[in-house]
């Protein structure tokens, strides 16, 4: 299989609640791929495994300044009640995955695919990655009629410099202050996503849908990842599989 790295990050409390069970269950299915965890500021880096990099996505200056310039807005910072109004929540995961990209061109052997991962998923069996990433693809993701990606699982083969520029102009939907300019329900990870892919030049015939044809909203379930692992989304997931909730 071509050369892999996964990207995941956790909040101090996501880290407590479900991102260590998470880095556990991934290194002991997926013992020979690179994983970077990003995290936020934890006192102590309490797990450690041969195939697993620790990074403080609190030293990330892009994230530092849009979180310092929008951060005092409690309409950009968290509402429950509705996710796109949780803009500096959701912000963390394209930051990471930027940087993930920038540092992951630039090591010897090249990368070939980086995938990011939410830290709210626990594997139970050794991934297909040839099925999940098949050779024609450039991205790999679980699309969903009438609504936004289920951005929790992605895929992006950066040895594609036109893979490499869609990550790097959704890190700009954010530090551009795009993503304020949009309609409110474009204002999380997901549409940025969605937008970004949709204007950029990685043609259609090489965006592999790992849920065409299936109707509904919790589409995860019902793809190939079911097979290898389950994500713990939402509060009342959380909720029952540890038996806390972070938002």
Same mark, same amino acid.
């Given at each position: 299989?071509?050369?892999?790295?996964v990207?995941?990050?956790?909040?101090?409390?996501?880290?407590?609640?479900?991102?260590?069970?998470?880095?556990?269950?991934?290194v002991k299915?997926? +013992?020979?791929?690179?994983?970077?965890?990003?995290?936020?500021?934890?006192?102590?880096?309490?797990?450690?495994?041969?195939?697993?990099?620790?990074?403080?996505l609190d030293?990330?200056?892009?994230?530092?300044?849009?979180?310092?310039?929008?951060?005092?807005?409690p309409?950009?910072?968290?509402?429950?009640?509705?996710y796109?109004?949780?803009?500096?929540?959701?912000?963390?995961k394209?930051f990471?995955?930027?940087?993930?990209?920038?540092t992951?061109v630039?090591?010897?052997?090249?990368?070939?695919?980086?995938?990011?991962?939410?830290?709210?998923?626990?594997?139970?069996g050794? +991934?297909?990655?040839?099925?999940?990433?098949?050779?024609?693809?450039r991205?790999?993701?679980?699309?969903?009629?009438?609504?936004?990606?289920?951005?929790g699982?992605?895929?992006?083969?950066?040895?594609? +410099?036109?893979?490499?520029?869609?990550?790097?102009?959704?890190?700009?939907?954010?530090t551009?202050?795009?993503?304020?300019?949009r309609?409110?329900?474009?204002r999380?990870?997901?549409?940025?996503?969605?937008?970004?892919?949709?204007?950029?030049?990685?043609?259609?015939?090489?965006?592999?849908?790992?849920?065409?044809?299936?109707?509904?909203s919790?589409?995860?379930?019902?793809?190939?990842?079911a097979?290898?692992?389950?994500?713990?989304?939402?509060p009342?997931?959380k909720?029952?599989?540890?038996?806390g909730?972070?938002?």
């Open positions: 299989m071509t050369n892999i790295n990207v995941t990050t956790f909040s101090q409390d996501g880290y407590r609640c479900y991102g260590r069970k998470f880095l556990e269950s991934f299915y997926c +013992p020979n791929v690179p994983i970077v965890a990003y995290h936020e500021s934890l006192d102590s880096l309490d797990f450690v495994a041969d195939n697993l990099t620790w990074r403080n030293h990330n200056s892009k994230r530092l300044a849009f979180v310092a310039e929008h951060g005092a807005d309409e950009k910072v968290s509402n429950a009640l509705h796109s109004r949780q803009s500096i929540r959701f912000c963390h394209v990471a995955l930027a940087h993930a990209a920038s992951a630039a090591e010897v052997p090249f990368v070939d695919w980086l995938v990011w991962i939410d830290a709210d998923v626990l594997f139970h050794t +991934p297909d990655w040839k099925s999940v990433l098949p050779d024609y693809a991205l790999s993701y679980l699309g969903r009629k009438h609504t936004h990606t289920e951005c699982f992605v895929g992006y083969r950066i040895s594609d +410099p036109k893979v490499r520029t869609l990550i790097l102009d959704m890190e700009q939907y954010y551009t202050g795009e993503i304020f300019t309609d409110i329900n474009d999380h990870d997901s549409r940025c996503f969605d937008i970004c892919r949709e204007r950029s030049q990685v043609g259609r015939d090489r965006w592999h849908n790992l849920s065409s044809g299936i109707i509904g919790h589409v995860w379930p019902l793809t190939m990842l097979n290898f692992c389950t994500h713990q989304k939402g009342a997931r909720l029952t599989r540890y038996g909730i972070v938002r």
